[in-house]
Each structure stands twice: as C-alpha cells, then as structure tokens.
C-alpha cells in the first residue's frame, strides 16, 4: 500500500509538472506575439522622428536603431546591427507575416541593408535615410516589391 501511494504520488507529480510546462510554453508563445504586436505599435509610434545614423532613440533612429528601440521597449532583447537582427530571426513566408515581423531589403546594392517592422495590411514602419524621417511605407508600392529579399520573425 505504501508503495502504491508513492506511485499514485509520482505519477501526480509528473502530471502535475507536464501541465504546468504545457501552461507556460503556451503562455511564452501567447507572450511573444503580443510583444512583438506591441514592438510594432512601439515604432509606429516613433513616425515623423528624425533618420540618424547609428541612433536608436527617438532623438534620432537608423532602421535597425528602431527595429531595436522598439523590441527593447516591448521587453525583448534583439540584436542592434541589421545583419545580426537578420541571422538572430527566423524565415517567415511573405503570406504568413504578422505584426512585428522584420522585413528586410536590399538597397544601394547591399543585400538585407535595410529593414523595417511589419505592421500588417502589407504596411511597415521604417527610418528610410538621411534627412528623411520615421514612415509608414506599402509594401504594394513597386520600389519596395522590388527591394524585398527576407521576411524574418525574433
């Protein structure tokens, strides 16, 4: 009898413990998608804030300065280089984007130098260049259809 109270113990415990990392594996992915629709929400939010090269702050931002001020803010820690938020993601197909997933282009002949933060309905949040300003850009817009080489998710 005790050893089959033990049993039924164990096999509680193990129940117990399957559930409970069921709850939080479910709650980490429940998690990570709101924090990335609120990493969208967080650059969109930055429109009209000045390009700076090399910044990542509302003072000024590049384009991977505010795919990295706006992950940060949204609580979770991305790389700051485009080409390192580029091998740090994983690939999604262009018909399975979701808000917050980083798109990637080529421009001035570099390829993923740029990248900008999906904000769905085929819109997305960059810092475009010098002297130009935070904006909200189509992706049915012929320019960037052209320029597009990755669509990647953190």
């Not at 505010?66 to 991305?78: E, N, P, Q």
């Not at 580029?86 to 997933?101: F, I, N, W």
């Not at 390829?111 to 002297?131: E, N, Q």
Request: positive net charge; proline residues 3%.
């Amino acid at each position: 009898m005790h050893r089959s109270g033990i049993t039924a113990s164990a096999s509680a415990v193990r129940r117990h413990a399957a559930g409970q990392w069921l709850r939080q594996h479910t709650d980490r992915r429940r998690t990570s998608g709101a924090r990335h629709r609120e990493a969208a929400e967080i650059a969109a939010s930055m429109v009209r804030k000045p390009y700076r090269y090399g910044g990542n702050t509302p003072q000024g931002f590049d384009c991977s300065g505010l795919v990295y001020f706006s992950f940060k803010r949204a609580g979770m820690d991305v790389p700051r280089s485009t080409g390192t938020q580029r091998g740090k993601s994983r690939k999604v197909s262009v018909s399975g984007l979701a808000r917050g997933d980083l798109l990637f282009f080529n421009q001035d002949g570099k390829y993923s130098s740029h990248v900008g933060i999906y904000l769905g309905d085929k819109r997305f949040v960059h810092a475009p260049s010098s002297g130009k300003r935070v904006r909200v850009d189509s992706l049915t817009d012929t320019f960037w259809q052209k320029h597009l080489v990755d669509t990647r998710r953190f």
